[in-house]
């Protein structure tokens, strides 16, 4: 996966966390929450993406 698609990706899924969870709770503050939540857990799993890469890459070139 590279970096515009999971850009797109994303930002697709902060919207729709934060307008079901607006929609649900009726409160901007929760969606603001929810939606900070979802971009760090988005962005912790694309740093574990991109080390699982690099140790894959470094494991083929030492064989």
Do not use: C, D
Not at 17 to 34: D, H, N, Q
Not at 46 to 59: K, M, N, P, S, W
Request: no cysteine; proline share 2%; net charge positive.
């Amino acid at each position: 996966m590279n970096f515009p698609q999971f850009l797109v990706g994303m930002t697709t899924a902060s919207f729709v966390v934060a307008l079901s969870t607006f929609l649900a709770t009726g409160s901007i503050w929760k969606a603001l929450g929810w939606t900070v939540l979802t971009l760090i857990v988005s962005q912790v799993g694309y740093f574990l993406l991109v080390v699982q890469v690099i140790y894959r890459a470094g494991r083929k070139t030492h064989r």
